[in-house]
């Protein structure tokens, strides 16, 4: 199973990023797709997630309104479309896959991370 993560970059407040997680090696679509955010020191924060069958969005308060999550399935891809970025929106930005089995066990697979930096 690969995570592959990209389109990170510089950018400057007020911009936007496309986000892109492409996967392989898994029936993509029994999974749901997360993005976290990691700050240097600072816990992993899932901020936006897509579930495998109805496409249910989910959004962190901090984000809602600004990014927009979505997914390809054809493609075995999840994007996060980033508006209206701010400084504080930096951070490295890393893709979960997550399936649950019949019992309830969790199945997790990371990407590698893609840098975010907004400049003000």
């Known amino acids: 199973v690969q995570l592959q993560a990209s389109g990170g970059g510089l950018v400057q407040a007020g911009g936007s990023l496309r986000l892109s997680c492409a996967a392989s090696?898994?029936?993509?679509?029994?999974?749901?797709i997360a993005w976290f955010r990691q700050d240097p020191g600072k816990e992993r924060d899932v901020i936006s997630c897509i579930s495998s069958t109805t496409g249910t969005t989910y959004y962190v308060d901090s984000v809602k309104g600004r990014f927009t999550i979505s997914r390809d399935n054809a493609k075995n891809t999840v994007y996060l479309q980033m508006n209206s970025l701010k400084p504080e929106d930096t951070a490295v930005y890393y893709c979960n896959a997550r399936t649950t089995d019949v019992t309830g066990w969790n199945y997790d697979h990371w990407g590698q991370g893609t840098l975010v930096t907004v400049s003000s």
């Open positions: 090696g898994l029936s993509f679509d029994t999974y749901t």
